[in-house]
């Protein structure tokens, strides 16, 4: 337990956590949403600092992250606790807490998580599975450590950090993959438990902070696929985060609390690939459909493959220099060579 970091005292030993955009007023002994942060007498504390619950080595591709030293290890973490409520969550058994539940967790310091990383032979540590916001101190404290290592630090997270905390990690997160999980408010506010036009915000700002970004969006049958919402998401990320800016649309499959639901089919995310880059994105990529071809990273510049994939595998490479080595062109992102 620590005492955590962003939030106001207020009357009655009632706190508001300033941590993400819900700004919960919690009262002594409750929780905020995310379960994990706790009200003890008007002390705001952190329930989950050091507790992991999850800590594997995997490949970058899995976060999804294509842009960032492609084909190299991220070494992953996570403490339980969610600020959304997604009835998809496909870890919502760690995700999702109970306000009484006592938090588990293996202990370990942000100087282990470190030391785990660099025995591994990881190039980075992914702050992921639940929602890194949740576990903010702990993954600050471990940035910095990782940082001073050579290391690079990646968030895969719902993008609802107020814009605080997010100027505070900036200059020690490189990249982050955002879900962009629809594009209206009643997608939010029914399917997630929170606001679109947050997540809108954060994104805008992670951007001018500076820090890598890649954005996917889970294409749910009858929920958000139609041919107007994805151009709309793929409209503002061309024309707010920059052409640039990988999207990946994948395949959802019926998990948790969304199981009326069927398979999203191949043809829908081929479609929501085209009004990608009909919008004026140059990577777009299909995911959860290995062997499709969406996986593949193309030349802007001459229409050519420079990094052929199968799932989470690089097959073959013919990046040189972070370059096409047919044309020339310069392929965006980090560590490419």
Known sequence: MKVAMFYTKESDQKVRCGLCRHHCLIADGNRGICRVRENRGGTLYSLVYGKVVAEHLDPIEKKPLFHVLPGSRSYS??????????????????????????????????????????RSGARSIAYTYTEPTIF??????????????????????????????????????????????GFSESFYRDIVGARLSGVLESLVEYRRLGVWLEITTLIIPGLNDT??????????????????????????YPTYKLTDRGRTPVATLRMAREIGLASGLRYVYEGNVPGEGGENTICPGCGGVVIERYGYSIVASSLEAGACASCGARIAGLGLG
């Open 77 to 118: 973490i996570a403490t339980v606790g969610c600020n959304f409520r997604c009835r998809h969550c496909q870890n919502y058994s760690i995700s999702q807490v109970d306000q009484e539940m006592a938090i588990p967790g293996a202990p370990r310091k942000p100087e282990e998580i470190v030391q785990g990383a660099l």
């Open 136 to 181: 903010y101190e702990f993954a600050l404290d471990t940035a910095v450590l990782a940082k001073e290592q050579g290391l690079m630090n990646v968030f895969v997270s719902n993008g609802y950090i107020s814009p605080e905390p997010l100027a505070k990690i900036a200059p020690f997160l490189d990249a982050a993959n955002i879900d962009l999980k």
């Open 227 to 252: 041919e107007g919402e994805l151009k709309g998401i793929a409209d503002f990320i061309c024309q707010n985060l920059g052409p640039d800016t990988p999207w990946h649309v994948s395949q959802f």
